[in-house]
């Protein structure tokens, strides 16, 4: 069935309930997309400036969510939502609740179960950038739950930024961001002892910058040969003509070993070395390294 198209003017009225470093972000961005908004906040002081400019503060949860179709909450953590929630509950019927804050997907399909109890029509959600990039046409959403009700509200989010329909599974946003941090927190974390390794014999970071991100990182390990892997990883397949599990462990067997060697922090690279030692072991060894990937899609041994 063909989703029904948004006829929600963009600048539709909306509540904000949270007014933190993100909260005031997305504040302040519907405001220049000259939304009607309507804010409350368990500190009110932090309207002044968004009330100044145009804003109307709701003297409690309640009335602010009854002033809008739409309200966009983004506070700490699930408990969070509930608890300054639980006193809007009746104003909340009939109308949408976007959940911006961060937790896990089994979380967030829990709000979306709470929602449905109190008969609100619920979008999970995840934001992609830091408070400054709010509103950029580039800074990505993510949001999951019912395709008519992202539709529906469609024009409205596209004010905050690039908005992604995920999926129906309320959890798939808070997932994927999950996901997409791990990558960021992993790359960044080769970076750094990347950096650590060669700094141990005087190279400078702006020195190492040039080669490691001018020219490996997206040339090298980045480049549009991870991609065309990708239906791969879908078909457990991972030939190794090109270079064997076996080799790559090779070479995480010298890291490890540098690493001491040089007075570096060795945790890391041993952890790596770990993982394909158990694929290796799983049978994998002739296979390319992303074959690792069958070790990460099962739980750890200890759990």
Partial sequence: MTPQLSTTLSTSPVTAVGLGPMGLAIAETLLTRDHPLTVWNRTPAKAEGLVSRGARLAATVADAVAASPVTVVCVNDYDT?????????????????????????????????????????YLDGAIMVPPPLVGDPGAVFLYSGPQDLFERHRATLASLGDPRHLGPDAGLAVLYNTALLEMMYATMNGYLHANALVGSAGVTAVDFAELALGWFMPTVVVNPSLAQSAPDLDAGNYPGDLGTLAMNIQALEHIVRTSKEQGVHADQPRLMLDIARRAMADGHGQENYLAVHEVFKKPSPAE
């Fill in 81 to 121: 939502l509930y608890e300054i929630l639980a006193p809007a509950a009746d104003a909340l019927r009939g109308r949408t609740l976007v959940n911006l804050n961060s937790g896990t997907p089994e979380e967030a399909r829990a709000a979306a179960r709470w929602a449905a109890e109190r008969g609100v029509d």
